[in-house]
């Protein structure tokens, strides 16, 4: 492929820009520069598991400490208005893979709000992963960790586009069978948990030994980026933590100021700096876009053993910004512009800004909610991201527009509180009260009723799709 060709297959990621700043914003020369040919550049996403906005020392917290994500940060792109898709595991996870909506894809549920072990339903195969997106391209991929979208063969990693597989598929709280109480969670021992280990389709270990889990993980990253290093690759590193119950190596255990969780974190930070080294070790740094996010907010009613969310209300299970506004890190040296970016983005929008990058077709035949973030990484523009949309199961609680917010409903993420519907609803102004604690509906009706046409305009575009997630396994006799 010439340059032009190449540039052309690139598009609107570089729009603009002279043939020399493209050379520096969209990739280097295959190998050592031997050849005019260039090369794809590869990808990696890391997702953590209910990582509060305000759990890493790059986003401000006093006892964590995180030297390679802030490094990272450095290095990189720190965006502060980050969005996941959804408050809980499975809608997220099904958002960040195939570009849209849960409620798109019928991944969200006013039944059940995430998968279980008992689950029938999973990942529809009508659905493009970002994986399967890519495999026209020559791309090899990975799925590490979590999956939580179907632990049935035909919803499993390696039935949506994903070469190869190692995780456990659903949360690490689940299959429990043993422990008293909360207790349980506490002191947590491997035995109370009795979920699987898997190696592409088949079980390897159980009960998982998740003292060594993530570690493992980052081993196995490894493994997979030297391994794979010739070809362009797409890794998803989703760990299971820091989810309830919490584990470490014995190597973390007892190091951190902040207890078990920041023990917990900091080898998960450990972790990234392991894959950053891999890919400068191997030169192929300059040729990979890494990007660090979580899957939701953190889980506040486990006390200490909970994340949080900073100066953000609230955390996981709910549509207040500490639901989902996520720590967010992009990281590819000598293409994007380090900086803080304060301009929106989502979880969603990591799906077109890959494939574009990649030169692999977006789905024309379907809705697809995920922008092309390309313009704030290489410097050329904002973010094309001016709304998102926050669900709760399949109902929508609120909308933010630029700076405001309307809630439409509210509802505590794990409280007994039933959802309280506004009319007019709860309007915030989220760059001067990110934490939202002050309503100024009655100061802005023309903001809200500009909201109002943006909800009808979304609702427009809506399909029903089967609920996934209230689909259980028949128990026999």
């Given at each position: 492929?010439?340059?032009?060709?190449?540039?052309?297959?690139?598009?609107?990621?570089?729009?603009?820009?002279?043939?020399?700043?493209?050379?520096?914003?969209?990739?280097?020369?295959?190998?050592?520069?031997?050849?005019?040919?260039?090369?794809?550049?590869?990808?990696?996403?890391?997702?953590?598991?209910?990582?509060?906005?305000?759990?890493?020392?790059?986003?401000?917290?006093?006892?964590?400490?995180?030297?390679?994500?802030?490094?990272?940060?450095?290095?990189?792109?720190?965006?502060?208005?980050?969005?996941?898709?959804?408050?809980?595991?499975?809608?997220?996870?099904?958002?960040?893979?195939?570009?849209?909506?849960?409620?798109?894809?019928?991944?969200?549920?006013?039944?059940?709000?995430?998968?279980?072990?008992?689950?029938?339903?999973?990942?529809?195969?009508?659905?493009?992963?970002?994986?399967?997106?890519?495999?026209?391209?020559?791309?090899?991929?990975?799925?590490?960790?979590?999956?939580?979208?179907?632990?049935?063969?035909?919803?499993?990693?390696?039935?949506?586009?994903?070469?190869?597989?190692?995780?456990?598929?659903?949360?690490?709280?689940?299959?429990?069978?043993?422990?008293?109480?909360?207790?349980?969670?506490?002191?947590?021992?491997?035995?109370?948990?009795?979920?699987?280990?898997?190696?592409?389709?088949?079980?390897?270990?159980?009960?998982?030994?998740?003292?060594?889990?993530?570690?493992?993980?980052?081993?196995?990253?490894?493994?997979?980026?030297?391994?794979?290093?010739?070809?362009?690759?797409?890794?998803?590193?989703?760990?299971?933590?820091?989810?309830?119950?919490?584990?470490?190596?014995?190597?973390?255990?007892?190091?951190?100021?902040?207890?078990?969780?920041?023990?917990?974190?900091?080898?998960?930070?450990?972790?990234?700096?392991?894959?950053?080294?891999?890919?400068?070790?191997?030169?192929?740094?300059?040729?990979?876009?890494?990007?660090?996010?979580?899957?939701?907010?953190?889980?506040?009613?486990?006390?200490?053993?909970?994340?949080?969310?900073?100066?953000?209300?609230?955390?996981?299970?709910?549509?207040?910004?500490?639901?989902?506004?996520?720590?967010?890190?992009?990281?590819?040296?000598?293409?994007?512009?380090?900086?803080?970016?304060?301009?929106?983005?989502?979880?969603?929008?990591?799906?077109?800004?890959?494939?574009?990058?990649?030169?692999?077709?977006v789905p024309s035949d379907r809705v697809v909610d995920g922008l092309d973030l390309t313009p704030?990484?290489?410097?050329?523009?904002?973010?094309?991201?001016?709304?998102?949309?926050?669900?709760?199961?399949?109902?929508?609680?609120?909308?933010?527009?630029?700076?405001?917010?309307?809630?439409?409903?509210?509802?505590?993420?794990?409280?007994?509180?039933?959802?309280?519907?506004?009319?007019?609803?709860?309007?915030?102004?989220?760059?001067?009260?990110?934490?939202?604690?002050?309503?100024?509906?009655?100061?802005?009706?023309?903001?809200?009723?500009?909201?109002?046409?943006?909800?009808?305009?979304?609702?427009?575009?809506?399909?029903?799709?089967?609920?996934?997630?209230?689909?259980?396994?028949?128990?026999?006799?």
């Amino acid at each position: 492929m010439n340059r032009r060709d190449f540039i052309k297959t690139i598009g609107l990621a570089c729009a603009g820009l002279p043939v020399s700043a493209h050379r520096s914003a969209c990739g280097g020369l295959a190998g050592t520069g031997s050849t005019s040919e260039r090369r794809r550049p590869n990808f990696v996403v890391i997702f953590c598991d209910d990582l509060g906005y305000g759990d890493l020392a790059c986003f401000g917290h006093p006892t964590i400490r995180t030297p390679n994500l802030d490094r990272m940060a450095g290095e990189g792109q720190r965006w502060t208005s980050f969005y996941a898709g959804a408050s809980v595991c499975t809608p997220s996870r099904a958002a960040l893979l195939t570009g849209r909506l849960p409620v798109r894809s019928g991944m969200c549920s006013n039944v059940r709000r995430v998968l279980f072990p008992d689950s029938a339903g999973g990942l529809p195969q009508s659905e493009v992963t970002i994986a399967r997106a890519l495999k026209p391209q020559s791309y090899t991929t990975a799925c590490i960790g979590k999956w939580h979208l179907g632990h049935l063969p035909q919803y499993l990693p390696t039935s949506h586009g994903f070469d190869s597989y190692f995780g456990i598929p659903y949360s690490n709280d689940m299959d429990r069978v043993g422990g008293e109480g909360r207790q349980a969670f506490w002191a947590p021992k491997i035995e109370y948990w009795n979920v699987p280990l898997m190696r592409d389709e088949e079980i390897v270990e159980r009960p998982a030994d998740q003292n060594t889990i993530t570690k493992r993980y980052a081993e196995e990253a490894v493994r997979f980026i030297e391994q794979k290093r010739e070809e362009p690759f797409f890794l998803y590193l989703a760990h299971n933590l820091p989810h309830v119950p919490l584990f470490c190596s014995d190597e973390f255990r007892g190091t951190s100021l902040r207890g078990l969780y920041g023990d917990v974190v900091e080898e998960i930070d450990a972790g990234v700096g392991r894959i950053l080294e891999t890919l400068k070790k191997h030169h192929l740094a300059e040729n990979t876009l890494v990007v660090f996010t979580s899957d939701n907010g953190p889980w506040l009613t486990f006390n200490e053993h909970g994340g949080s969310a900073g100066l953000l209300r609230e955390g996981k299970g709910c549509t207040y910004e500490g639901g989902m506004r996520e720590p967010t890190i992009f990281w590819w040296p000598g293409r994007i512009q380090p900086g803080v970016v304060r301009d929106m983005g989502a979880t969603m929008d990591l799906y077109t800004t890959i494939l574009k990058l990649a030169g692999a077709e977006v789905p024309s035949d379907r809705v697809v909610d995920g922008l092309d973030l390309t313009p704030a990484l290489f410097g050329t523009g904002p973010s094309p991201r001016r709304t998102m949309f926050y669900y709760r199961g399949t109902e929508l609680f609120a909308v933010r527009k630029g700076p405001y917010k309307a809630h439409f409903i509210t509802q505590s993420g794990y409280g007994s509180d039933k959802p309280v519907r506004h009319d007019p609803p709860v309007l915030y102004h989220l760059e001067h009260d990110p934490s939202e604690k002050y309503d100024v509906a009655k100061d802005h009706p023309d903001v809200i009723a500009d909201i109002v046409k943006e909800v009808e305009k979304h609702r427009a575009t809506l399909t029903p799709a089967e609920d996934q997630l209230a689909k259980r396994i028949q128990k026999e006799g």
